[in-house]
């Protein structure tokens, strides 16, 4: 046996629950082998040791120890108290953790060190990690942790948003990680690349997509979406993974599908195009839908096809922009079939901000003459969905430039609507090689305001240096560009077979 004595000074003068410092304390340490007597004399000075214990002043500590095993030991509680203070909780907060937390000062240290250390190594660190361990002292504790922390850093590299893990923790008790990795695997046995696990486990609530439901529940929901597209759905909207199968998915995914008569394709077409569909309740669908029958007059048919073209027409407000876009287009004289054609070309119509977007354009087709509630002001409105204002001033300006008047503008504009959508610097290349390649007046784009719609290089400038030789100089632009490919080639090789037939000597047989 051996005696170890030690004279210990400390620098801060503490305040304790003891009223007076006692004349020892003893220590059973387990699992050590240990008993530890401590005799204190004259306590004036403080450490934190001494606040953990109790003692209000000190100057020094006379501690024998009656050692069994070879290495010394220190006392558990102190080194839980020394390493929660050390990841930056405060001396109050420690005492009342440990106080309210019994079950930490029962746990083997190295346990506890070790579980600490897999949160480390996980991503929890500083104000992170102190903050988790005041909240959620169980995670220090449950048993369930140590399977779950080392799938995460093992096998998925630490790679989970640490924004995700105290999401997790802070909703869920640990009881419900066990599992977790098998639930997880569901995914890769329905075909989820394993390099794209991470990338799931950051786009969904952890909690609900696994933690809460149980493997039956995830197995039968993947099944289910594997008829619509299944693990590439997922990945388009990780998000789902959080509803539930009966009550939201089969519900939202059923009313599509009676949509569209049944059939799976189309249906599996709008949800891959919009996989956030899923969110909108089945009222939400229901009522958009019932809108625009009562108001618009379309069929589920015609309403479905405008869905499969733009599935985002459920993100429209019925009220602020549905009913008002579609209103518009009543006023300027569109039958039910009318509207019909005209969302399934510019569905983005009912989208658009009227004050930021709509009514700029629409001033500026009213200043190159188009009149108010008219079809051809409905028509050119729908061109110009997807180009921008600026861009619609950039054109008009151009035309203007060239020497066309706003008549003009507006001539071309009734036959070839799409003309105000071009991008101006393309529309600015075709025209001049328009004029100073091709030799041709400006004024020839009144009858066909379609050139500006063709490609320069892929088909204005290979089909003018093909024929321009022979025909080029003198043909029509609309019967240079607008005849199809294939009829182009054949005309093409019927000539070249003609000038070589006519070039090949003639022989004369002599009987």
């Known amino acids: 046996m051996a005696v170890l004595t030690m004279h210990i000074n400390f620098l801060n003068p503490p305040a304790a629950p003891f009223p007076t410092p006692p004349s020892s304390l003893h220590f059973s340490l387990s699992p050590f082998s240990w008993t530890t007597f401590i005799s204190v004399q004259n306590f004036t000075q403080r450490t934190s040791f001494f606040t953990l214990m109790g003692f209000r002043s000190s100057r020094s500590l006379v501690a024998h120890c009656t050692k069994k095993p ?20 405060e001396e109050k907060g420690v005492k009342l953790l440990l106080e309210n937390h019994p079950g930490l000062n029962g746990m083997p240290f190295e346990t506890v060190r070790a579980r600490f250390q897999s949160l480390q190594d996980i991503g929890f660190d500083g104000p992170a990690l102190s903050k988790l361990i005041v909240k959620r002292p169980d995670v ?5 942790m140590d399977s779950f922390t080392f799938y995460l850093h093992n096998k998925l590299k630490g790679d989970v948003e640490l924004i995700q893990l105290q999401r997790l923790f802070n909703t869920t008790e640990p009881r419900f990680l066990v599992g977790f990795e098998e639930k997880v695997d569901i995914l890769v046995h329905h075909g ?16 609900k997509a696994f933690c809460l439901k149980s493997r039956e529940e995830i197995e039968r929901m993947l099944t289910y979406l594997d008829r619509f597209g299944g693990v590439e759905f997922i990945l388009r909207r990780p998000a789902v993974l959080n509803y539930d199968l009966d009550t939201q998915i089969i519900p939202r995914i059923s009313f599509l599908l009676e949509l569209s008569g049944g059939n799976e394709d189309t249906t599996t077409a709008v949800l891959n195009k919009l996989p956030f569909i899923l969110a909108y309740t089945v009222e939400h669908l229901k009522d958009h839908v019932e809108f625009l029958i009562s108001f ?9 096809r405008i869905i499969l073209v733009y599935p985002n027409v459920f993100s429209a407000s019925r ?12 006023e300027c ?11 399934i070309k510019a569905p983005l119509f009912v989208s658009l901000s009227f004050d930021g977007n709509l009514a700029h354009k629409l001033v500026l087709l009213v200043k190159i003459g188009y009149a ?29 430039n060239y020497g066309l008047t706003c008549e003009d503008i507006l001539a071309m504009g009734k036959k070839h609507p799409q003309i105000l959508q071009y991008n101006h610097k393309s529309l600015d290349e075709k025209m001049e090689y328009l004029v100073e390649d091709m030799g041709r007046e400006i004024g020839e784009l009144l009858a066909f305001p379609a050139f500006l719609g063709y490609q320069l290089d892929g088909r204005i400038k290979h089909r003018y240096e ?11 632009l609309n019967k240079l560009l607008s005849v199809s490919t294939e009829s182009f080639s054949t005309k093409k090789k019927k000539k070249k077979n003609a000038i070589k037939a006519s070039s090949k000597p003639i022989e004369m047989k002599v009987r």
């Open 140 to 144: 220090l504790t449950a048993k369930e």
């Open 70 to 89: 070879a290495n010394v030991c220190v006392d558990t509680g102190m080194m839980l108290f020394t390493l929660l203070i050390d990841i930056g909780i």
């Open 192 to 207: 989820l690349p394993e390099d794209q696990i991470v990338y799931v486990l950051n786009n969904v609530k952890i909690n």
């Open 296 to 304: 618009a007059g379309l069929t589920d048919q015609e309403i479905f």
């Open 333 to 343: 004289g569109l039958s039910s079939n009318d509207i019909f054609k005209f969302l």
């Open 372 to 400: 108010n509630k008219t079809k051809e002001l409905a028509m050119a409105m729908g061109a110009v969905t997807r180009t921008s204002y600026k861009n619609m001033q950039a054109v008009i300006s151009l035309f203007l």
């Open 319 to 330: 009220d602020r922009k549905l009913k008002p876009r579609i209103e518009f287009l009543k």
């Open 466 to 476: 093909v024929t321009k030789h022979k025909l080029g100089e003198g043909m029509s």
